[in-house]
């Protein structure tokens, strides 16, 4: 336990005559909360583990900055729920928010927001509204309405309560376009096993689905593994829809493969070096006897 310079973030404690003794019938939670005072030089002295992160300002005051439970780690980065949360609630048509990290799968962590609204907007939408005003790690890979959030008996988000997205994100289900071609339907599918969505529409953007740059690579090796297309992790970014991508890749026999660009690189450097090698002066025999 060490104490954090002025400004900078940690878990608060409290002490001092006013604190209670323990939670009264609960052992187990007393001895979690109510440790003994490392700082005290009063026998018997304890402080209380309030749970709450907060900073000290420079006026003397202290910063609420929000729950230690409510942090979490995604992909190496600490990521504060209850900061996404209220950047979501900025947004006129909700009317509450709940975020959770959901692992349904293993090795598969994705940034989950739940909510209710008075009109339904769409994830496109959702996620642009966040990107204004979050680092883009920040922003949640799949939206989902629902038409109440789960509370426990204390009146608190029952988080343990809320369902898997599968199934319930949300869709903009008029404009849903079904994948018309073998390609088309070929790419959907991969997209669909790996996003775990149950449907892919044809102009659906990869990120919308809840797409984030881990998946958009293990799709890339899908494609070029399973499919053997000759598609590069750039196209995946510019051609973002099942549709663009399957029409950009249907050119791909009247343009030179990778390979081929390669092996005309080689060739151009070759005929550029043979260019600029200099050439021997022929001179005849009567030439060098004049010069004899």
Known sequence: MRPVPLGAPGELFISGVGLARGYLGQPSLTAERFLPHPFSTTPGARLYRTGDRARWLPDGG?????????????????????????????????????????????????????????????????????????????????????????????????????????????????????????LERSIARIWQEQLRVDRVGRDERFFDLGGNSLSIVQVHGKLRGVLGLDVSLADLFQYPTVGALAAHLSHADERPSTEEKGQRRVQARRERAGQRAPSRTHRSPSEDDQDE
């Open 62 to 182: 202290l910063q609420f900055l929000g729950r230690l439970d409510d942090q979490v780690k995604l992909r190496g980065i600490r990521i504060e729920l209850g900061e996404v949360e209220a950047a979501l609630r900025l947004h006129p048509l909700l009317t509450d928010v709940a975020l959770l990290l959901r692992e349904d799968s293993p090795g598969d962590k994705r940034l989950v927001a739940y909510f209710t609204a008075s009109q339904a907007p769409q994830p496109a939408e959702l996620r642009a509204f966040l990107e204004q005003r979050l680092p883009s790690f920040m922003v949640p890979a799949a939206f989902v309405l629902l038409d109440a959030l789960p509370l426990t008996a204390a009146g608190k988000v029952h988080r343990a309560a809320l369902p898997a997205p599968e199934g319930l994100q949300l869709r903009a289900q008029a404009s849903y376009v079904e994948p018309g071609t073998e």
